[in-house]
């Protein structure tokens, strides 16, 4: 028989899945001085990882693991080896790691295989933009903000009747295609990370699924077990599940309390390389059962703000300083592929130039008193508002989490300068509003924002608030408003200044105003 061709591969960051046991009965006879030491080191172990103070770029977060055999999973992603095994020895130095007994472990590597782009490995140009950064995605990729993780090893069967590498390589790459086609209906729902192990460790792959709802993992799994690439070729080792939960809530995981311990955010802290929370409901330090939170109050006056306890619109805005017609192009090709997805609203590249030009003569003026009002820089001292030319990529989603993997993509746009947070430490940055006003009234609706800026600009804890206006239709209209805190916000929102322009957009719009959350 002859040689079978392998697919190429190109690998990306090195993954290390660390599972603990604690040591209970250690733990409860220890001494509480003892005790304390050691969730101090290990929160500030876990915290630093999970921040990168030890590495240029990665990701890391820990898990508390139900069932047997283990009682924490410590994940970490590196660029290198030396990295993990630095990650790996730096935990064995905590007062924490006394406590606690390496039980398994699983070291792979991300990877991409020639299944996926035979133009990639042969050196061309990927075309599709989309795909580009898909492969850069599985190459570097972010751990979900998701509160679940299933983990497994995997290998492809060899036995005498279903050998896997005797199949030609046309035959492998469409069964590939095939179980790749019942992963993408679960975009949105569940996120995985797909590794290489061959000489790396005792399976050939490893599996990691990320899911709010761990119902959706068990639904993808079962629905892979009738593809043929799984029911003839798959072979699986021990599957392990977990709950995240925030480094600060160790000590409340050991003693058997609830976790998350803070307000309503899931367990999960933002990994997006360290720019603001995705989570759905911006709060600093307020609680969920307030008499009056931002969503009552737009709620009140008409406007949806999206469903309690789990928003069902988040945006994702970014700030390009690229072509517009080029970004256009881009965002495009990406827009293509999201929209293969069900939890995709939509994507389009917004500008305020058009929008301000049809009423203002003084937008130069307005935008230097936002500034001097105090408007938040960017990390490169510019400010973040889009007066300067720059262009806004909104990206929406019915979930936090997909709008975070779609910021992954987005962020590799050409010109690329700024993120709109969300509720951070630099503010909270809850207004995306979105318009759409009735074509005969659209330069009525930018002569009213105009005098709601100049309002705004007197207000305390205004940064800045600008209108945008979607490319491809004039009507569509978004403003992007950010404060230094939610009082702030909420003090503009109760105004009857507000109100006016509420009821006098009742009369200019084509619909209901939208309010989504920044991602």
């Known amino acids: 028989m002859s040689r079978r061709e392998p697919p190429q591969t190109e ?12 040591d209970w009965d250690g733990w409860r006879a220890a001494p509480e001085r003892e005790r304390d030491r050691a969730i101090e080191e290990g929160v500030d172990y876990l915290r630093d990882h999970e921040a990168l103070t030890d590495a240029d770029a990665g990701g890391s977060a820990v898990f508390s693991v139900l069932g047997h055999d283990a009682d924490l999973m410590l994940l970490h ?27 398994d472990s699983y070291l792979s590597v ?3 295989s020639g299944y996926m782009s035979q133009e990639y490995f042969e050196g061309e140009e990927v ?12 190459l570097e990729p972010d751990i979900p903000d998701s509160e679940y993780v299933s983990f497994y090893p ?5 036995g005498p009747e279903n050998n896997w590498y005797d199949l030609p390589f046309d035959e492998r790459a469409d069964l590939m295609s095939g179980h790749g086609d019942i992963g993408r209906d679960y975009a949105g729902k569940v996120t995985q990370i797909i590794t290489g192990s061959v000489g790396l460790d005792d399976y050939e792959w490893g599996v990691t699924l990320f899911a709010d709802d761990p119902a959706q993992i068990k639904k993808l799994l079962y629905e892979m077990r009738f593809d043929p690439s799984s029911s003839r070729f ?4 021990r599957f392990r599940f977990g709950r995240r939960f925030p480094p600060e809530d160790l000590g409340a995981v050991l003693a058997g309390e609830p976790v998350p311990t803070g307000d309503d955010h899931h367990a999960g802290a933002d990994t997006s390389h360290g720019e603001g929370s995705p989570h759905g409901d911006h709060g600093d330090e307020t609680s969920e059962d307030e008499s009056e939170t931002v969503r009552d109050v737009l709620d009140e006056e008409g406007i949806y703000a999206g469903q309690p306890h789990g928003e069902d619109v988040h945006a994702m805005v970014l700030y390009s300083e690229a072509d517009p017609d080029e970004l256009a192009d881009d965002v495009s090709g990406l827009r293509g592929n999201f929209e293969h997805y069900d939890t995709h609203v939509k994507t389009a590249v917004y500008g305020n130039n058009e929008a301000r030009s049809a009423s203002d003569a003084s ?10 009002s105090g408007q938040s820089p960017r990390e490169d001292g510019e400010t973040a508002s889009t007066d300067g030319g720059e262009s806004a990529v909104v990206s929406i989603w019915d979930t936090a989490s997909a709008a975070e993997t779609a910021g992954g993509f987005l962020s590799d746009l050409p010109g690329i300068v700024a993120r709109g947070r969300g509720d951070g430490d630099d503010g909270f940055g809850t207004m995306g509003m979105f318009y759409t006003t009735k074509p005969d009234q659209r330069e009525a609706f930018v002569e009213r924002f105009d005098t709601v800026t100049d309002l705004l600009a007197e207000m305390d804890g205004h940064d800045e608030t600008d209108l945008l206006v979607n490319r491809e239709n004039e009507n569509d209209m978004f403003i992007a408003s950010r404060w230094r805190s939610r009082e702030d916000a909420m003090a503009f929102f109760r105004s009857d200044e507000f109100r006016e322009t509420v009821s006098f957009g009742r009369e200019v719009l084509a619909d209901r105003p939208r309010h989504v959350f920044l991602a």
């Open 110 to 112: 991300t990877e991409v």
């Open 363 to 372: 937008s130069a003026e307005r935008s230097s008193a936002n500034r001097s």
């Open 77 to 103: 992603l590196r660029p290198s080896i030396a990295d993990l095994d630095t990650a790996e020895r730096r935990f064995e130095q905590t007062a924490f790691a006394g406590f606690t007994e390496q039980t």
């Open 11 to 22: 690998e990306g960051w090195y993954v290390l899945h660390d599972f603990r046991t604690i």
């Open 234 to 237: 798959g072979e699986f080792g």
């Open 127 to 138: 075309e599709d933009t989309g795909m580009a950064n898909y492969i850069e995605s599985r």
């Open 154 to 158: 995997m290998d492809k069967r060899r």
